[in-house]
């Protein structure tokens, strides 16, 4: 059965870099059935995607976070992480680690979901 | 980034009712559309993929349907569990872009 599950600080402050951890079970994130990624949705909002990971260790980031997001795995461990730099008040948001069903490199179903973790950003 | 919309807002249905909600798309997206269910507190769920296939485990109730720039979601027979908030989503173009969510209250 999958599990996954999101872990990390719930605070973070401003223009710090905000980092995640999601630990998989009942399934390896090296399966070449599948791509994993991040997804986080502002309170009261719908969904955004943030980046995904192939099975290859290639990664694709939504374009407006491009240079502020970092996706990687630890095989070893069955886990992948998200790293934010420069947050702001913006990046409030609970993150989602979800695996994809993935059309193309870049487009996507989201079939399962992590129960997700809210990250707040203040002083 | 194509933009989703989705309507109504919210809606309030009986147990056994009929509901539809429409997911519109700024540009056309072929049937390149997913719509999810989400409980308060809890993680959204894959309900139908590619328009209209049903994911695996989903009630027959739940049905999609629709292509181009116009999506439709149809759950029959309103049962109290179906209380949530639906959203659309893109698979045509990257990035892929979530619709503003439908809630239903089933009453």
């Known amino acids: 059965q999958l599990q996954v599950q999101e872990s990390g600080p719930g605070l973070v402050k401003p223009s710090e870099t905000l980092s995640l951890t999601c630990t998989v079970s009942?399934?390896?994130?090296?399966?070449?059935?599948?791509?994993w990624g991040w997804i986080r949705q502002p309170p009261g909002k719908g969904p955004e995607f943030v980046g995904s990971i192939s099975y290859r260790g290639s990664t694709y980031y939504h374009p407006s976070l491009n240079n502020r997001v970092t996706i990687s795995v630890d095989t070893s461990k069955n886990q992948l992480s998200l790293t934010l730099s420069s947050v702001t008040a913006a990046d409030t948001a609970i993150y989602y680690c979800?695996?994809?069903?993935?059309?193309?490199?870049?487009?996507?179903?989201?079939?399962?979901w992590g129960q997700g973790t809210l990250v707040t950003v203040s002083s | 980034e194509i933009l989703l919309t989705q309507s109504p807002s919210s809606v309030s249905p009986s147990v056994g009712d009929r509901v539809t909600i429409t997911c519109r798309a700024s540009l056309g997206i072929s049937s390149w559309l997913a719509w999810y269910q989400q409980k308060p507190g809890k993680a959204p769920k894959l309900l139908i993929f590619a328009a209209s296939t049903l994911h695996s485990g989903v009630p027959s109730r739940f049905s999609g349907s629709g292509s181009g720039t116009e999506f439709i979601l149809t759950i029959n027979s309103l049962q109290p569990e179906d209380s949530a908030t639906y959203y659309c989503q893109q698979a045509h173009s990257f990035p892929v872009t979530f619709g503003p969510g439908t809630k239903v209250n089933v009453k």
């Open positions: 979800a695996r994809l069903s993935a059309l193309t490199t870049v487009l996507y179903y989201f079939n399962f």
């Open positions: 009942g399934d390896s994130i090296t399966s070449t059935s599948y791509y």
